[in-house]
């Protein structure tokens, strides 16, 4: 398998125990394949059979089979809202084998319309999806909120809980997590503006509107943007995760500022960009011993080598930096998140920058990732409190 390359949070005993996982799977796959036909299999215990070998891998990884969308069979394996988990997903994906029956999926998908109405009135006890309908309306940071309209008597706390339930089957659990908003819901309510059945194109339509007026790609539109300064108030520490020590921010984008900095599980690229870039930044400890022979003489001067580096080649550009307490950062936009991280690698060795230099990425299922700029770059302090194993 070709490794994917955000994939350092991925232990080396998770990586033998993905390996384990899939030569079980391909061995017993005939008899899962005999479960689900006859109900009877080698497999009598599927809950156990799974804990063992897929939860060897990490026991927060959720599982579903079903029916699939172009083989046979499906299972879609996900952290659910384990959003640190999400680079051990790509990882256990990509080492997936080809088996002509089996498809297998990261996120779970949205279902047939007959399905829905299945799931609609098994968990939710709505039978007739006729009289449910949603309206869509655009949130902050560009999250897209929810209300479904229903035409019948419901306990509006129920009605909420239930609508959430039903979202993940209806628009796929990719897009509750990445752009869906606030769900809600309104019993005995007038028609809505979308029927369930359409629910899924006017969807798409709030999400290519919510990019709409954006430059294709982002990056294009930095030098025209009306810069903003930020400023903020830190407490000091022994070190910082993320961006915690950050109190000067120049940057091109009050909107994406914010955004960036909601919150680690909150940010996804796409949101900002229709054109497949990802947002990151470079931070890099000035205060650290080895940066003696650096050739360069601040972050401005880092900023403009990285800049000509990045646009000469057509991979993106420097949206922002910013002083700390104790790092110093660079915002960048890339549209070839690999080229450019190995071009940015080679231009960085050159200026001699420290080593306790890394690569951090805003999206929310990156939070656990990193990428140093030397081979010996240390590992970064990513939480300010170690996530649960």
Known sequence: MQVPLLTTSVTEAQRAAVRDWWTSFEEHSSALIELFQTGQSAISDLSAWMAKHLGAIHPDLMWEFGRGQTRSFQLTITPEVRQD?????????AAAPDLPEWEFHGYR???????????ADQLCGWADLSAISVQFSPSEHRRIDLTYHLRFDEDANDAVEKGFLLTTPLLGERNLERWVGTVSAVPNAEQGETSLKAARREFARHQRM????????YSVGVGEADWILVELQQEEQEDYAFKDDLVVSPFSSQELFEALHIG??????E????SGETFLFLKTDGSAPDTSGAT????DELEDVLIEALTDEGLGTVIGGGTGLRYSYVDLVVT??????NLMKEVLGGVKISSRSWFLFYDADLQAEWTG??????????????LPN
């Open 85 to 93: 988990l999400r680079p051990v997903v790509t990882f256990l994906l």
């Open 109 to 119: 998908p949205p279902v047939s319309f007959e399905d829905l109405g299945l799931i």
């Open 210 to 217: 919510a990019t709409a007026e954006d430059p294709a790609p």
């Open 264 to 269: 680690r599980d909150a940010f996804y690229s």
């Open 271 to 274: 949101r900002f960009s229709a």
């Open 296 to 299: 360069f003489s601040g972050r």
């Open 336 to 341: 070839d998140l690999e080229a450019a991280i």
């Open 373 to 386: 700029v030397y081979d010996d770059t240390p590992i970064p302090l990513l939480f300010d409190t170690q």
